[in-house]
């Protein structure tokens, strides 16, 4: 069975930081690339960071410089690390674990961790 649990979410000042944490279970981890998405109201979920199986990083523009994405294969763990956190960064943020091989897909979603920034 497989499971996706993020923590590490709450309510932060304008300027601060957090550290979200994304377990995943049941999946050969160091296969997937892991990605953080978010949703804020009334918008659509957008990808955040993403970091392949070979390590490889990508940052959307609105966070690059200010957010870390990082990955623990031994721990089966993705992390994002936030800085610098300003009121627009305030969203549900969403683990997903995607992997593509042959011509199947497999896509894996934790249940979100609220992040909320006060101006």
């Not at 918008?43 to 392949?52: D, H, M, S, Y």
């Not at 199947?104 to 006060?118: A, E, F, K, L």
Request: contains cysteine.
């Amino acid at each position: 069975q497989v499971q996706v649990v993020e923590s590490g979410g709450g309510l932060v000042q304008s300027g601060g930081s957090l550290r979200l944490s994304c377990v995943a279970s049941g999946i050969m981890f160091s296969t997937y690339t892991m990605n953080w998405y978010r949703q804020a109201p009334g918008k659509q979920r957008e990808l955040v960071a993403a970091i392949t199986a070979l390590g490889l990083k990508n940052y959307t523009d609105s966070v690059t410089g200010r957010f870390t994405i990082s990955r623990d294969n031994a721990r089966t763990t993705l992390y994002l690390q936030m800085n610098s956190l300003k009121p627009e960064d305030t969203a549900v943020y969403y683990c997903n674990a995607h992997r593509i091989r042959v011509n199947i897909r497999d896509d894996y979603w934790g249940q979100g961790t609220q992040v909320t920034v006060s101006s």
